[in-house]
């Protein structure tokens, strides 16, 4: 088995009587775009900069290639970081914000310019060597960092929420630009996000992150598709959470009872009988001649869908999506429809 580019080890970090991770493990594959998911007080940057060396591990062990890494100063570890801030120097022009790492290294001025020159042609910015980054847009400052991160070739390199700060447009460009840098540079990336659809689009694998700890790790299918908790759930993306009860489980699969009698057989992250969360993606219902009751409350219009709000029998909320087609019937508030769950869409949560 490859040796992983980086290998974290039960790491717990404190700030006091404060534990702001706890026994964090997980291992980061060479040349993987790796995205640390979470909301805001998650730990995700904490780890990040733990993996920098700006934050020192409390306990247990963080390699990189296979070394323990705890005693280099950040300096000296084979990774670079783009922050949120791009910070650039505001008195150089482009091509020496990019070459000035390589200049702390001591390149030679010649070989310096050139690597930089490359790398500016990478991120397709050639044109503007000569501008200073005032001149720039937010998105072109985005990529004078990248190129400045990526020019003095790093083993791994951090990305600490770096596409926070652009408008939606630009942010869904510069996520494509992203992974194709990273397939192009070959270099493993170490991705920071609060943005599920960030990570959806770009990540090989995703560790969600919930109050210091991984709640699940996995492909963005394995994500979204099959979440092993309520918090997954309910933080990737939309989804209907309903409490069931639960019937039977056998050999991953559960029987369950759904509000107004309905019931249905499901994979299931819980083996416990009693009750529990289900949930289900408001894509994948339908609306059918027989299936589980629900009253309309409010039609959404979203342009490419529509966004249906229901009322189970118990009250319960419960959203679908219907595609915008000229052959879509617009439900009414107050019309009863009877949905259907597509095979697989439901899944019963662990706790």
Do not use: W
């Amino acid at each position: 088995m490859a040796t992983p580019a980086i290998d974290i080890r039960k790491a717990v970090k404190r700030y006091g009587t404060v534990t702001a991770l706890h026994d964090v493990s997980l291992s980061i594959a060479d040349n993987e775009f790796f995205t640390l998911l979470g909301p805001s007080g998650c730990g995700k940057t904490t780890l990040l900069r733990m993996i920098a060396g700006f934050e020192d591990t409390t306990e247990g062990e963080i390699r990189l290639y296979g070394e323990d890494i705890a005693a280099l100063e950040p300096n000296r570890r084979p990774v670079n970081t783009v922050f949120q801030h791009y910070a650039l120097f505001p008195h150089m022009s482009v091509l020496d914000n990019v070459a000035f790492g390589l200049k702390m290294k001591g390149m030679a001025a010649g070989p310096r310019r050139d690597r930089a020159g490359k790398m500016l042609e990478m991120v397709h910015l050639s044109q503007f060597a000569d501008r200073l980054p005032a001149q720039l847009s937010g998105g072109q400052q985005q990529r004078v960092a990248l190129a400045r991160a990526l020019a003095p070739e790093p083993k791994v390199l951090l990305l600490d929420e770096p596409l926070s700060a652009l408008d939606l447009k630009l942010r869904q460009a510069m996520r494509v630009e992203l992974k194709q840098l990273q397939e192009q540079t070959g270099i493993t990336f170490i991705f920071v996000t609060h943005d599920q659809e960030e990570a959806l689009t770009m990540s090989d694998r995703i560790a969600v992150l919930s109050a210091g700890r991984v709640q699940q790790i996995g492909t963005a299918r394995d994500i979204y598709e099959a979440p092993q908790n309520r918090f997954v759930a309910d933080f990737i993306g939309e989804t209907n959470l309903i409490e069931v009860s639960v019937d039977s489980v056998t050999n991953g699969r559960a029987s369950v009872t759904l509000p107004g009698g309905f019931t249905l057989t499901c994979p299931a992250a819980s083996d416990a009988p009693g009750r529990h969360a289900l949930s289900i993606r408001p894509e994948r219902v339908t609306v059918a001649d027989a299936g589980l009751p629900a009253t309309v409350d409010r039609v959404v219009y979203l342009g490419t869908d529509l966004q249906v709000l229901t009322r189970l029998a118990d009250g319960t909320p419960f959203a679908l999506r219907l595609q915008n087609a000229t052959r879509t019937a617009v439900p009414e508030p107050g019309q009863t429809l009877h949905l259907q769950p597509e095979e697989g869409a439901a899944r019963l949560l662990a706790d």
